[in-house]
Nanobody, 126 residues
């Protein structure tokens, strides 16, 4: 059964960069999955950030992060990364990765993804 583990969160200043990782379990190849990054900001619901099909590519970004965040894959490590540049205080959230069966080019609905990782906290503050 696929398991996902996020890592790399932390406390950074506004304008800084941070890269978070999502590692798939060793016995489950991510090639057949769409991997999504989501976040949950304080007091708000879970929202989509970016997604990518592990073997086909097709990165998708929501408007809030387009141009600042980059999603990528590493098939040697069975991992997906989210490079976050020019971070803002409003990016403060718990970031989760999750696996879905298909990627959309127009939306990133959390309900289409399962399983989920445990999350990694990103705090942007001066």
């Amino acid at each position: 059964q696929l398991q996902l583990v996020e890592s790399g969160g932390g406390l950074v200043q506004p304008g800084s960069s941070l890269k978070v990782s999502c590692a798939g379990s060793k016995n489950e190849n991510l090639d057949y999955y769409c991997i999504g990054w989501f976040r949950q900001r304080p007091g708000l619901g879970r929202e989509g950030v970016a997604s990518i099909h592990f073997s086909r590519g097709m990165p998708y970004y929501t408007e809030a992060v387009k141009g600042r965040f980059t999603i990528s894959t590493d098939n040697t490590k069975n991992a997906v990364y989210l490079q976050m540049n020019n971070l803002r205080p409003e990016d403060t959230a718990t970031y989760y990765c999750a696996a879905g069966l298909a990627c959309s080019s127009v939306a990133l609905p959390a309900g289409d993804f399962n399983p989920w990782g445990q999350g990694t906290q990103v705090t942007v503050s001066s």
